[in-house]
């Protein structure tokens, strides 16, 4: 194909792109709406070694691995749930907090989830500080050379987590941009052994046109169809409803994800 034969297929199909762009858009933010939003709070720990010595340094960094487990564990929830009063388990505590441990500059990142944002505050707030005061209780009993400090950096702030339909609207239209670029080569596929313009002839053939037969008369709908190749209503109405819940269930997994 020429250039000139992609424009002609922007021109003539031009409508199906911009349809199901805003189509899957549209059906990606309407799908994040009707989802409860989930916030996120986070909060950072510092564990600074008290002494610039490699080997405190390295023991520190070794040991934010043994803080991950004693921050995620059954106790410090219990804890949390009782200081915080919160109604729920220590597994669901758990199942919505993350620790991210990050030796490059001896930090601990503890964030937690859920529906409502003040409860995500008070479970990495109550968690950081159980912690850090576990870590200043074990201190006490340590020589202060070798103790390694754990403090807390900021007080626990939220943010919206999930949906973000800024994400959603965009790969809304990305999805409708691919399922349109698939109907059009499908339409014309199915069109393609079909010559519509003496220019198309040419080209085909490598002969020079002379002359057209004019039509019989009116083209009518029936003659037009007539034209086309055959093809049963229902694969068409299968192919669209299949495109239509693949744009649905991507948009539902993409933000899942």
Same mark, same amino acid.
């Given at each position: 194909?020429?250039?000139?034969?992609?424009?002609?297929?922007?021109?003539?199909?031009?409508?199906?792109?911009?349809?199901?762009?805003?189509?899957?858009?549209?059906?990606?933010?309407?799908?994040?709406?009707?989802?409860?939003?989930?916030?996120?709070?986070?909060?950072?720990?510092? +564990?600074?070694? *008290?002494?610039?010595?490699?080997? &405190?340094?390295?023991?520190?960094? !070794? /040991? $934010?691995?043994?803080? =991950?487990?004693?921050?995620?564990?059954?106790?410090? +929830?219990?804890? *949390?749930?009782?200081?915080?009063? &919160?109604?729920?388990?220590?597994? !669901? /505590? $758990?199942?919505?907090? =993350?620790?991210?441990?990050?030796?490059?500059?001896?930090?601990?990142?503890?964030?937690?989830?859920?529906?409502?944002?003040?409860?995500?505050?008070?479970?990495?707030?109550?968690?950081?500080?159980?912690?850090?005061?576990?870590?200043?209780?074990?201190?006490?009993?340590?020589?202060?050379?070798?103790?390694?400090?754990?403090?807390?950096?900021?007080?626990?702030?939220?943010?919206?987590?999930?949906?973000?339909?800024?994400?959603?609207?965009?790969?809304?239209?990305?999805?409708?941009?691919?399922?349109?670029?698939?109907?059009?080569?499908?339409?014309?596929?199915?069109?393609?052994?079909?010559?519509?313009?003496?220019?198309?002839?040419?080209?085909?053939?490598?002969?020079?046109?002379?002359?057209?037969?004019?039509?019989?008369?009116?083209?009518?709908?029936?003659?037009?169809?007539?034209?086309?190749?055959?093809?049963?209503?229902?694969?068409?109405?299968?192919?669209?409803?299949?495109?239509?819940?693949?744009?649905?269930?991507?948009?539902?997994?993409?933000?899942?994800?």
């Amino acid at each position: 194909m020429e250039f000139r034969d992609y424009l002609d297929i922007i021109r003539k199909r031009g409508w199906i792109f911009i349809f199901l762009a805003l189509f899957t858009a549209a059906v990606a933010v309407l799908v994040g709406k009707m989802q409860t939003p989930v916030y996120r709070a986070s909060i950072v720990l510092r +564990a600074e070694p *008290a002494r610039a010595d490699w080997g &405190l340094s390295n023991t520190a960094k !070794d /040991l $934010l691995r043994s803080y =991950t487990l004693q921050i995620r564990s059954h106790n410090t +929830a219990q804890r *949390a749930i009782e200081r915080g009063q &919160l109604d729920m388990s220590t597994d !669901d /505590l $758990l199942s919505k907090v =993350t620790v991210s441990p990050d030796p490059s500059n001896f930090s601990i990142r503890i964030d937690a989830k859920d529906t409502d944002p003040a409860v995500a505050v008070t479970i990495a707030q109550k968690v950081a500080e159980i912690f850090a005061e576990d870590r200043a209780a074990w201190n006490e009993k340590q020589d202060k050379r070798d103790r390694i400090e754990v403090a807390i950096i900021d007080s626990a702030r939220y943010e919206l987590f999930s949906p973000k339909l800024k994400i959603n609207l965009i790969v809304g239209g990305v999805v409708g941009l691919l399922l349109a670029g698939v109907i059009v080569f499908f339409l014309e596929w199915v069109q393609a052994d079909l010559l519509r313009t003496p220019e198309q002839v040419e080209r085909i053939t490598g002969l020079v046109v002379l002359g057209s037969i004019p039509a019989g008369g009116e083209a009518t709908p029936a003659r037009r169809r007539a034209l086309l190749p055959r093809i049963r209503p229902e694969t068409l109405l299968y192919f669209g409803l299949g495109l239509i819940v693949g744009a649905v269930g991507f948009a539902v997994i993409s933000q899942i994800l």
